[in-house]
């Protein structure tokens, strides 16, 4: 069994700062790579960012200069600062592994969500 929660949501005024974090658990063997994708009311979910085991990043458009993925390889947890908030960053934020287990082999582990809300 293998376990994406995030935490770190929340309501924040426009301009604002807030940090997610994404914990895996369970019985894995490896964590490659990692990302955030969000889903904004009557939209599709889109990607935010990513960040390799070897911590290479990569970042939408949208967010890139304000956003900061990061990981710790030794928890098993990836964050996501997000500074300078903007109305239009309000949505269900959702944490994205590439897993490898042993015996099931290497695939894709989605967290359940945190919801970010920014007021304007």
């Known amino acids: 069994q293998v376990q994406l929660v995030e935490s770190g949501g929340g309501l924040v005024q426009a301009g604002g700062s807030l940090r997610l974090s994404c914990v895996v658990s369970?019985?894995?063997?490896?964590?490659?790579?990692m990302a955030w994708y969000r889903q904004a009311p009557g939209k599709q979910r889109e990607w935010v960012a990513s960040i390799t085991s070897g911590g290479s990043t990569s970042y939408a458009d949208s967010v890139k200069g304000r956003f900061t993925i990061s990981r710790d390889n030794a928890k098993n947890t990836v964050y996501l600062q997000m500074n300078s908030l903007k109305p239009e960053d309000t949505a269900v934020y959702y944490c994205?592994?590439?897993?490898?287990?042993?015996?099931?082999?290497?695939?894709?582990?989605w967290g359940q969500g945190t919801q970010v809300t920014v007021s304007s």
């Open positions: 994205n592994a590439r897993i490898t287990r042993r015996f099931v082999g290497t695939r894709d582990y």
């Open positions: 369970g019985s894995i063997v490896s964590i490659n790579d």
